[in-house]
């Protein structure tokens, strides 16, 4: 039976925590000063410490509306209420195989063997608009395409026209992800279009547009996974922006530190942190920024957490070498990437992006499974334990 389109409504976000966390001090990129040469180098340098030193950093005026922002949380949580029989018909096909577009289930994990708890983490996942995806999405989704694409981005085959009529739309990509790229090439004094060039939305990615849930848990089974939803991790992509959430359970390692700290929400900001495909580009001198969720403070363990967040990777034809010609690359040191420095096999994005997102689908997948959890995701990657919990398996 079909379901009723709802109205969209407004959303409304849950009372940010009053307990004093221990919050991570990161900085701000301040796109207001994007405008001049001047402010660009200050954001350029600015840059640079969040990705060698904090892990996430702040945007901020990004001349992307709060409202605008809204109605994508009231879309995700209309989604997120639709019944799972619903939400199962747009599970992807070759979901094992690492495809990631639409409805990916909770449970897929363990996270406590003895008492079988699993995670509770929802995925909705909206690929690009840029002719290379389908799009069937559940109606709720579907009666609000437009605006998700003219949120993400508006492709670029309706530019040209648009530009005729003088409209002119701010999307994630021209305000926030295209500033990003050149503030990057200008901190390692790279020509501006380096990273935009690999970064064509008009060229094949996996970037995606994410409604995501997490599901609360009592007290009791959060003492039981240690209150640790999700372990701590590095993306895959280029940069992944995650719009404010008050429900406070990011927590950032320190690269410089090792210490893990909350990430606090900023009105009006949204949090970026970079990913493993810039981190090989840079021969890792960009680093994965290495991120975890926590059950939340006693005041907000009762509400679940819905979150909003884009991941922009490369282009899916890109091979992940280190970019040559960076003065700044070259005399610290980074000249290769741990493909490269092992002698193995540099992979494209979409090599990189499929073999990581298969190991994501592991079907038995149970936290403190050494074996899986520092497997070598193609020869030259291992991945990492970044957490200190013991779980007898
Ligand atoms: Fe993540």
């Not at 701000?28 to 840059?47: N, V």
């Not at 039981?224 to 404010?244: A, E, M, P, Q, Y």
């Not at 995701?377 to 779980?391: S, W």
Request: glycine share 6%; proline share 6%; net charge negative.
């Amino acid at each position: 039976m079909p379901v009723p389109i709802p109205q969209l409504g407004s959303y409304n976000f849950v009372p940010e925590t009053k307990e004093n966390l221990d919050w991570a001090d990161l900085t701000t990129i301040d796109l207001s000063l994007y405008g001049t040469p001047e402010g660009r180098q200050q954001l350029a340098q600015t840059l640079l410490k969040a990705v060698r030193e904090d892990g996430f950093f702040y945007v901020k005026n990004f001349n992307i509306s709060e409202e605008r922002v809204n109605r994508q949380y009231s879309i995700g949580q209309h989604f997120y209420e639709l019944p799972l029989e619903e939400k199962l018909k747009h599970v992807p096909e070759g979901w094992a195989e690492g495809k990631f577009n639409g409805y990916v289930p909770a449970g897929r994990r363990v996270l406590d063997p003895v008492s079988g708890i699993r995670d509770r983490v929802e995925i909705y996942n909206i690929p690009k608009f840029d002719g290379f995806f389908e799009h069937n999405h559940p109606a709720i989704v579907q009666d609000n395409l437009d605006e998700i694409e003219e949120f993400s981005k508006v492709a670029c085959l309706c530019i040209g026209f648009l530009e005729t009529l003088n409209v002119q739309y701010q999307d994630l990509h021209s305000e926030i992800l295209d500033p990003l790229h050149v503030l990057l090439a200008i901190a390692l004094e790279l020509p501006e279009d380096t990273f935009t060039n690999i970064h064509k939305y008009e060229r094949k990615s996996e970037d995606h547009l994410r409604y995501m849930k997490y599901s609360k848990y009592t007290p009791e089974e959060n003492r039981k996974i240690g209150n640790l939803w999700i372990v701590g991790h590095t993306d895959i992509g280029s940069w992944t922006l995650l719009f404010r959430q008050p429900v406070a359970a990011l927590q950032v390692q320190n690269h410089k530190t090792g210490e893990w700290k909350y990430v606090k929400p900023v009105d009006a900001t949204l949090t970026v942190n970079t990913c493993n495909a810039l981190s090989f580009l840079t021969g890792g001198y960009v680093l994965s920024t290495i991120h975890r969720l926590t059950s939340p403070p006693k005041d907000q363990e009762h509400v679940d957490r819905l979150g909003l967040l884009y991941f922009s990777r490369p282009n899916n034809d890109v091979r992940l070498n280190t970019v040559k010609g960076s003065p700044v690359l070259e005399c610290e040191g980074f000249a290769q990437n741990v493909f490269e420095e092992g002698g193995h096999p540099v992979p494209t994005m979409e090599q990189w992006t499929f073999a990581k997102q298969k190991w994501q689908r592991t079907p038995k997948n149970i936290r403190g499974d050494l074996e899986l959890e520092t497997a070598e995701i193609l020869p030259g990657f291992r991945e990492k334990i970044y957490d200190d919990y013991k779980v007898a398996v």
